[in-house]
Structure formats: structure tokens, C-alpha cells
């Protein structure tokens, strides 16, 4: 019976083991709670289609950050987009900010097609060169009656 307790508890410790290091691996990967080498940017956008919070910043393809806040704004009442970006990239003020979709069913996400100008945003700062998203039954309606 002793044999069989033991081989029990050394399985279990080897679980738990396994567990934490697998959440610290995990942990030091994400670094959600590091913000130092982050930058904050706002847009504003009449219609941001079903983005999300948690959503991708992609720039040509890669990402360079995520949307982490999207409120209402009360004296315009648009939609007010919080991306945090890498601090590192120095985004041209005249860059243009859109909502874009991975293909016909695929998540939202904000794409920044840079400027060439020679000032670049800083730490929350507003965009103003924005396209709002456009959902496959806008193009649909359009084409079909107009």
C-alpha cells in the first residue's frame, strides 16, 4: 500500500511542478503587466464593426500592438480606439489609422499604413487620418441598390 501512495504523490508533485513552470514560462512570455516599453495612440471612428478589445495593430502585415480600450466619446459620441504600440516605432503623424479584416470572416483589426511626414505621434496622442470599418453587408447593399 506504501508503494502504491508513493508512486501517487510523486505523480501528482510532478504535475504540480510542471504547472508552475509552466505559468511562469508563460508569465515571462505575454508580460502583460510591462508597460514600459509600450506607447498609447487614440483613434476615432464612426463605426468599428465588431473590433474587440485584445484586438491586433498591424502595420503591413506585422503586429505592433493590440487595442486595449474602446469607449464612447461623450461629446462627439464616436467610438474612441486606445492601441498600445510598441515604443520603439516612430508612427508618422500623417500615417493612416483603418479597421480591416482578416479575409470575409475573419477578426477585426486596426491597420496603420504609415505616413512620410517628419513629426511622429507620442504617447497619447489622437490620430486623425481614420477609416471606419466596412462590413460586407454595407458593400452588398451598396452594389445592390445604388
Not at 491586433?56 to 487595442?67: A, M, R, T
Not at 492601441?83 to 516605432?89: G, T
Not at 483603418?98 to 511626414?117: D, H, L, Q, R, W
Request: net charge negative; glycine share 6%.
Amino acid at each position: 500500500m506504501n508503494k502504491k501512495i508513493s508512486f501517487e504523490f510523486i505523480v501528482g508533485l510532478l504535475i504540480l511542478i510542471i504547472t508552475f513552470v509552466s505559468f511562469f514560462y508563460f508569465a515571462l512570455k505575454i508580460d502583460y503587466f510591462d508597460s514600459s516599453n509600450k506607447f498609447n495612440l487614440n483613434s476615432k471612428f464612426f463605426d468599428i464593426g465588431g473590433l474587440t478589445v485584445g484586438a491586433d495593430v498591424k502595420s503591413k502585415g506585422v503586429k505592433i500592438g493590440e487595442v486595449i480600450e474602446i469607449t464612447l466619446d461623450d461629446e462627439s459620441y464616436m467610438a474612441l480606439v486606445k492601441s498600445s504600440l510598441n515604443n520603439n516605432l516612430k508612427i508618422p503623424i500623417d500615417s493612416e489609422v483603418k479597421i480591416a479584416n482578416n479575409g470575409f470572416i475573419g477578426s477585426p483589426y486596426v491597420e496603420i499604413t504609415m505616413g512620410n511626414n517628419e513629426l511622429f505621434f507620442q504617447n497619447n496622442d489622437i490620430t486623425e487620418n481614420n477609416v471606419d470599418a466596412v462590413s460586407l453587408e454595407e458593400i452588398i447593399n451598396n452594389f445592390i441598390f445604388n
